[in-house]
């Protein structure tokens, strides 16, 4: 759908069934994939309003936010570098506000892929150790009983 403000939303559902049947055959523990895919000529993002939270099993429940990324259950996740920007948050400014912080691929990029290479590994630094290391503190707190060092 259209948000109003020219930026289309698609399920996220689209990318997710495909990208999720890519992991299943592989047998990679950690995955992060990058897509970028040619722009369709209009800024899009993603919509979570069919986010399967439980499981699979369908539940709607999705936070209305259209997002560029999608991190699944299992071990992998996903970021669209075409897809946004987008914010979240008050729409202008203060306490909340949150402006895409991931590289988005633009016709600058395309004529020169070579701008593209700091940000990119600065994004896979940051997404391996925050979905795939991510600090012990993070943990469950339930669990920081039986942590030992």
């Known amino acids: 759908g259209d948000t109003?403000?020219?930026?289309?939303?698609?399920?996220?559902?689209?990318?997710?069934?495909?990208?999720?049947?890519?992991?299943?055959?592989?047998s990679i523990a950690y995955t992060l994939y990058i897509l970028n895919p040619e722009s369709p000529g209009r800024p899009y993002a993603?919509?979570?309003?069919?986010?399967?939270?439980?499981?699979?099993?369908?539940?709607?429940?999705?936070?209305?936010?259209?997002g560029t990324l999608w991190v699944a259950k299992d071990h992998y996740a996903w970021i669209d570098l075409t897809a946004g920007p987008v914010t979240y948050g008050p729409r202008t400014s203060g306490e909340g506000l949150v402006w895409e912080s991931l590289p988005r691929v633009t016709d600058v990029h395309r004529r020169r892929p070579a701008a593209l290479v700091v940000p990119l590994v600065?994004?896979?630094?940051?997404?391996?150790?925050?979905?795939?290391?991510?600090?012990?503190?993070?943990?469950?707190?339930?669990?920081?009983?039986?942590?030992?060092?």
Do not use: N
């Open 4 to 26: 109003g403000g020219g930026l289309i939303t698609v399920p996220h559902d689209l990318t997710e069934d495909y990208i999720r049947a890519d992991y299943m055959k592989s």
């Open 122 to 149: 600065g994004l896979l630094r940051r997404a391996c150790a925050h979905l795939f290391a991510p600090p012990m503190d993070h943990g469950p707190v339930e669990h920081w009983d039986d942590t030992h060092v």
């Open 46 to 66: 993603y919509s979570y309003d069919t986010a399967r939270f439980d499981g699979g099993r369908g539940r709607a429940g999705g936070s209305g936010c259209p």
